[in-house]
């Protein structure tokens, strides 16, 4: 059975551009999180899509959004790009038990 | 936003030792859930726990769902090299089926001395 994919595994950026990250729950699970993992701030959580609708989000501001489509994945989206921005994205899919993909490491400019 | 008191930091050990860490707050959980994370990757599940007072083993690990519903702890033993990484706790808050996300320590360093 495949695990969480997370695609790209890298991404560069400069400041004030937009950034979209993409992830792929474990088949069968529809609910998926996101999770930013910054240097000394530890795993924060974004975002909750659940059946193709944002049902929670974490104390980030709006220009962090994203979409879950009709087979479960789901995007996320950073807008305005901040240096602080730089981070490991994380996806991942299941319940009270989550399951991780890989991450995208994002790096702002 | 909120996180769990994890403990310790980091730990230098020798290999064959025993690890211990723990993880503790002041919300009470419905599930304890411990990763592990090597550089670069992302967190890889351990060992979940639902009940309190649960004790439940995974090969050399061994973790427990505090009778309080506040704490866990994590134990290993006879250390091997492949047990490098770092280690967290995690938690699920009670009515949220993981709607909150899950809430985690900061991590336990775990480093193996030749």
């Known amino acids: 059975e495949a695990g969480v994919t997370q695609s790209p595994t890298h991404l560069i950026k400069t400041r004030g551009q937009q950034a979209t990250l993409r992830c792929s729950p474990i088949?069968?699970?529809?609910?998926v999180y996101w999770y930013q993992q910054a240097l000394g701030l530890g795993l924060q959580f974004l975002l909750w899509?659940?059946?193709?609708?944002?049902?929670n989000r974490g104390n980030f501001p709006p220009r962090f959004s994203g979409r879950q489509f009709p087979n479960y994945s789901s995007e996320l989206n950073v807008n305005a790009l901040e240096l602080e921005d730089s981070a490991l994205y994380l996806c991942?899919?299941?319940?009270?038990?989550?399951?991780f993909g890989p991450g995208t490491r994002l790096l702002v400019l | 936003g909120q996180q769990l008191n994890q403990s310790p930091q980091s730990m230098f050990i020798q290999e064959g030792e025993d690890v211990s860490m723990n993880c503790t707050s002041s919300?009470?959980?419905?599930?304890w859930l411990w990763y592990k994370q090597e550089p670069g990757e992302g967190p890889v599940l351990l060992i979940a726990?639902?009940?309190?007072?649960e004790l439940t083993s995974n090969g050399r690990l061994t973790a427990q769902f505090g009778i309080t519903r506040k704490d866990s702890f994590l134990n290993i033993s006879a250390s091997i090299p492949s047990d490098v990484g770092i280690y967290f706790c995690?938690?699920?808050?009670?009515?949220?089926?993981?709607?909150?996300?899950?809430?985690f320590g900061k991590g336990t360093h775990l480093i193996i001395q030749p």
């Open positions: 991942a899919s299941g319940g009270e038990t989550q399951y």
């Open positions: 088949s069968g699970h529809t609910s």
């Open positions: 899509y659940d059946e193709g609708e944002e049902r």
């Open positions: 919300s009470i959980f419905n599930t």
């Open positions: 726990l639902y009940k309190a007072g």
């Open positions: 995690a938690g699920s808050r009670p009515g949220g089926g993981g709607a909150d996300g899950l809430t």
